[in-house]
C-alpha cells in the first residue's frame, strides 16, 4: 500500500544517513534539514581525575571533548542522556557509560539511583553552550558540587531559499523535530501564513517538553517518543505510515 504521508524531518546532518537508509525501504516520501550548524568551542586539552561522575549531554560533547583531548580517570563513572550517546562515550574514552533505559532525556536521568544519592561528590557536565539547567541546578539542589564545561555552540543554519517553505507548505503533512532548537529556529523562519499549514500537520518529538512548546496544534496530533534516538523516532515514523 502506498503511504500518503510526506514527511520533514528535522534533525542534525549526522543523524540523515540512517535516516534515509530506514525510509527508504518503506514507502513514505520525506525530505530532511536542519536548521542548526555545530561550531567548536576552544577548549584546553585536560586531563579530569577529581570527579566522581561525568555526564554527556550529547554526541556532540563527546566528540569535541575528545577533539579537544580530554581525558579521565579510569575510575571515574560516566552518563548520557541517551543510548547512542552512551555508545560514543565509552568507545571513546574507554568507560562504560550508563543512560536511561526508555525515556532518554534529563529528567529520566536524574532519576538513575546514582544521581540520587550525590552530597558532598564532584560531578562534571559536558555539553553544548545554553544548554539546560536542570541537571546542573538538580545535582547541586542533591548536594553535590558540580562544574560544567561548554565544548560546542549551535547556530542558525539560515534558509535562503523561500521556495523551499512554500514547498513544504504544499506537500508536507508530517513534521518530525528532533530538539527544541531545531523547533525554533524551523519556526523562526516561516512565513505568518504557515500557521495554518502547522496547525494541519501532525507532529512526532521525541518529549512532552518539546511538545509543549507547540500549543498551535491539537495535542492528539503530536506522538511524543521518549527518545531522539534515530531509531526512535524512525519507529514512529513508519508506524504513523
Known amino acids: 500500500m502506498t503511504s500518503t504521508t510526506r514527511a520533514l524531518i528535522l534533525q542534525p546532518d549526522d543523524s540523515r544517513q540512517r535516516v534515509i537508509d530506514a525510509l527508504s525501504r518503506s514507502s513514505i516520501e ?3 534539514h536542519s536548521f542548526i550548524d555545530i561550531e567548536p568551542i576552544s577548549v584546553k586539552p585536560k586531563t579530569f581525575n577529581d570527579y566522581d561522575g561525568v555526564i554527556w549531554i550529547s ?3 563527546v566528540r569535541f571533548a575528545a577533539q579537544s583531548g580530554f581525558s579521565f580517570h579510569p575510575a571515574t563513572s560516566m552518563f548520557a ?9 565509552a568507545n571513546t574514552f574507554g568507560t562504560s557509560t550508563r543512560c536511561p533505559t526508555f525515556k532518554h532525556d534529563s529528567e529520566s536521568l536524574l532519576g538513575l539511583p ?9 560531578w562534571l557536565i559536558i555539553k553544548g553552550e545554553k544548554g539546560r539547567d536542570l541537571l546542573f541546578d538538580t545535582l547541586r539542589a542533591r548536594g553535590a558540587k558540580v562544574d560544567s564545561i561548554d565544548v560546542y555552540r549551535r547556530v542558525k543554519r539560515v534558509l535562503n531559499d523561500d521556495r523551499q517553505v512554500t514547498q513544504w ?10 530538539s527544541a532548537e531545531q523547533l525554533g529556529y524551523f519556526l523562526s523562519s516561516l512565513p505568518r501564513e504557515a500557521g495554518s499549514w502547522l496547525s494541519r500537520c501532525d507532529w512526532i518529538v521525541p518529549s512532552e517538553r518539546l511538545r509543549d512548546l507547540i500549543p498551535f496544534v491539537a495535542a492528539d496530533t503530536i506522538t511524543v517518543t521518549g527518545s531522539a534516538t534515530e531509531s526512535k523516532m ?3 515514523i513508519i508506524k504513523h505510515g
Open 30 to 32: 520525506f525530505t530532511q
Open 59 to 61: 554526541k556532540n560533547a
Open 81 to 89: 542522556v541517551g543510548p547512542t550517546t552512551a555508545r560514543l562515550a
Open 114 to 122: 546514582e544521581l540520587l544519592d550525590v552530597d558532598n561528590q564532584h
Open 169 to 178: 507548505m504544499n506537500t508536507v503533512n508530517l513534521i518530525v523535530v528532533t
Open 234 to 236: 524512525i519507529e514512529a
